[in-house]
């Protein structure tokens, strides 16, 4: 079945409950393309649509041919105003100062709104909660189902293993990536953090250069690498007197994120207001 057959008739099943009308934003981008491919193929969702920037050459385009698939019907928006008005759950892996904007959109119009951006401060993290309290919003720094369980396992190993054992996060990605740590080493920071009962903000230690002196007992520390088009490489390392144990995450495509945003953009349909995590999604909460 091509895509477009599957979307036409993901399309006739369109009064039906079971399917969901899906958006995506920055669809024009590496992830976007992804996004786009993934809920096309899927005959539970319906493509309404895809915004990018007013400047973008995808803007009024077919956006199945944008994406590098069959012609969907449906043309690339500048607009994500219309977008939210259109869709029941809308995707999105942008930049903060951007989904902030959107998700005040998805609160608007209560829609539900798919979130893997990462790099958020305070300030824009204060706005999702707010969102929150109005719409269904998913946030997760990393939408792999493999990766959520890798963060499950960190914190019952941090839990077991005291501050004898130090706590190190290395991760890698492609050249073009703007932000250091990534979201996900920060998740995993946070999950050793909460494993000991610690908060990551006081033990993190995310630079190091120079004359360091020893490692401080309980630190959390991070190193990051850039380079070529990585997708994604973490690795959490347990290390001790005379042993070390390590636990790694290597996403080789990024199918495995646009994969868990459907996942769960499907899994929130029906929920109450509030701010999930993929370990809601994966029942992996209490």
């Known amino acids: ?26 669809c024009a981008g590496r992830m976007g393309q992804m996004l786009v491919r993934t809920v096309a193929a899927s005959d539970r969702c319906l493509v309404v649509g895809g915004s990018e920037q007013p400047r973008s050459a995808a803007v009024g385009r077919d956006l199945g041919l944008v994406a590098g698939i069959d012609a969907l019907g449906v043309s690339v928006t500048a607009d994500p105003a219309e977008l939210f008005a259109q869709a029941d759950a809308v995707l999105e892996f942008s930049s903060p100062a951007a989904t902030v904007q959107h998700v005040e959109l998805a609160a608007k119009k209560k829609k539900i709104h798919v979130i893997g951006t990462t790099g958020f401060e305070p300030p824009q993290m204060a706005a999702l909660h707010r969102a929150a309290k109005q719409t269904a919003i998913m946030l997760a720094p990393n939408m792999s189902v493999g990766l959520n369980l890798l963060l499950r396992m960190v914190e019952q190993m941090a839990h077991a293993l005291d501050a004898d054992w130090d706590i190190e996060i290395l991760e890698m990605h492609h050249r073009n990536k703007v932000d250091a740590p990534s979201g996900t080493a920060l ?12 908060d990551l903000d006081h033990v993190a230690k995310r630079v190091r250069d120079g004359i360091t002196g020893a490692r401080r007992r309980g630190d959390i520390g991070f190193a990051v690498l850039r380079g070529g088009d990585v997708v994604s490489d973490h690795r959490v390392i347990f290390a001790s007197e005379g042993e070390r144990v390590e636990l790694t995450h290597i996403a080789t495509s990024r199918e495995i994120y646009a994969r868990g945003a459907l996942r769960a953009a499907l899994w929130a349909q029906g929920r109450p207001p509030g701010l999930y995590s993929m370990t809601d999604v994966l029942g992996l909460t209490g």
Request: proline share 0%; net charge positive.
């Open 1 to 26: 079945m091509t895509t477009r057959r599957a979307n036409s008739e993901a399309r006739s099943a369109g009064t039906k409950a079971s399917a969901l009308k899906v958006g995506i934003i920055g």
């Open 187 to 198: 998740a995993l920071g946070r999950a050793a953090a909460a494993g000991r009962g610690a």
